[in-house]
């Protein structure tokens, strides 16, 4: 089993930064692709970015530019430096890891990022 636990969540102006970071616990070495998701009122869920333990990266159009996605593979452990943040990056942020061989997903419970008009 995989636990993920997001941490680092906050209220920022507009124009402000903010970084999270997503901590793996239990049979960590089974995960291959890590990411964020996030979820703001009365939308889906869509990605933020995603990265593959070998660095590949995909970003959502609305964060390309402004979020840099880091990941250690020693702990499969990531982080999101997020800058120039706008209203509309308002939404609870997931981390997500999966495995290709049991096609299992695992979601951390989310932690809120606010950024008022």
């Known amino acids: 089993q995989v636990q993920l636990m ?9 124009g402000g930064s903010l970084r999270l970071s997503c901590a793996s616990s239990g049979n960590i070495f089974s995960i291959d692709d890590m990411g964020w998701y996030r ?12 990265i593959s333990a ?11 530019g402004r979020f840099t996605i880091t990941r250690d593979n020693t702990k ?4 999101l430096q997020m800058s120039d943040l706008k209203p509309e990056d308002t939404a609870v942020y ?3 890891g999966d495995n290709r ?3 299992e997903d ?3 419970r989310g932690t809120q990022v606010t950024v008022p008009s």
């Open 39 to 50: 979820e703001a009122p009365g939308k889906e869920r869509e990605l933020v970015v995603r």
């Open 76 to 79: 499969n452990t990531i982080s």
């Open 6 to 14: 997001e941490s680092g969540g906050g209220l920022v102006q507009p």
């Open 94 to 96: 997931y981390c997500r």
């Open 101 to 103: 061989e049991t096609r």
């Open 106 to 108: 695992y979601w951390g």
């Open 54 to 64: 070998g660095g590949r990266t995909t970003y959502g159009d609305s964060v390309k």
